[in-house]
């Protein structure tokens, strides 16, 4: 298995341009989710899933929008890039929303100038 | 301001040399979970706890939750480099969302 993957690992964007965040595993896991790690505030939920077709809003929701097509795939997707979103972006998932065992992707690292 | 405030944000220290990292909270939480950072990966978790006053050890790390559920820390006996890294701790509440800490990053000097 490879587990959760993400791409791009390196990204860099100029104010107000579009992009998608691709994240897959192939754990069959119905909870995923997307965190961003920025220095001395650690992770942030962006956005999660319970299930393929189901969405909803993490803690700083704003300016990300997800989709859940499919049970393999969570795309996080950035509709107008700001400076305030360069960070390190974390997919993460686990087998249902009371499983203890996550698993994190390699992370993609965003910088938006 | 954040849920869970993890101490020292630093610490390095010598091969040999125990330390120990701290995470607090004025929240209860139901579960409590401690990750390893390596730089450029996704963190990797190391235990989960569950019950208040629980000690869990793996190899030279100990874990403990704090009786009433609000705390934890993770102690390492006779650090190694290996152990270098960005430790995380992450409570979980009724609604199964994580709270993480800002982490502590150690460093451990051959």
Redesign the interface.
Known sequence: NAG?TQTPKFQVLKTGQSMTLQCAQDMNHE?MSW?RQDP??????IH?SVGAGITDQ?EVPNGYNVSRSTTEDFPLRLLSAAPSQTSVY?C?SRAE??S????????TRLTVT | TQLLEQSPQFLSIQEGENLTVYCNSSSVFSSLQWYRQEPGEGPVLLVTVVTGGEVKKLKRLTFQFGDARKDSSLHITAAQPGDTGLYLCAGRSNDYKLSFGAGTTVTVRA
Not at chain 1, 40 to 45: A, D, K
């Open positions: 959760v909870y965190y001395g505030m650690g992770l942030r939920l999660y993490g974390f993460a929303s009371g203890p065992e996550q698993y994190f992707g390699p992370g």
